[in-house]
Nanobody, 115 residues
Framework: QVQLVESGGGLVQPGGSLRLSCAAS????????GGWYRQAPGKQRELVAS???????NYADSVKGRFTISRDNAKNTLYLQMNNLKPEDTAVYYC?????????WGKGTLVTVSS
């Protein structure tokens, strides 16, 4: 059974940082592509950051320069480093990994940015 489990969310003040992790089990994703999405209350899920098999990264304009996506192939884990967090970053964050044409999703971790 393939599982993606996100962790690292929580409550943080504006300007603070969090590091999200997405640990995979059931499949060795290795260098396969991955992405982080988020969904704020009342809004559609949106792509925040992605990383390709060749480690090319892309970011939503709203997080460029503040968020960094990375991957540790040996640990089968995807990361999202989030700096200078803003209240508008508040959302449930989901990780996504692709393997052999199938996409897998985690259940999400809540990030709340508030003073």
């Amino acid at each position: 059974q393939v599982q993606l489990v996100e962790s690292g969310g929580g409550l943080v003040q504006p300007g603070g940082s969090l590091r999200l992790s997405c640990a995979a089990s059931g499949i060795i994703f290795g260098s396969s592509s991955g992405g982080w999405y988020r969904q704020a209350p009342g809004k559609q899920r949106e792509l925040v950051a992605s990383i390709s098999r060749g480690s090319v990264t892309n970011y939503a304009d709203s997080v460029k320069g503040r968020f960094t996506i990375s991957r540790d192939n040996a640990k089968n884990t995807l990361y999202l480093q989030m700096n200078n967090l803003k209240p508008e970053d508040t959302a449930v964050y989901y990780c996504n990994r692709g393997f052999a044409g199938v996409e897998y999703w985690g259940k999400g971790t809540l990030v709340t940015v508030s003073s």
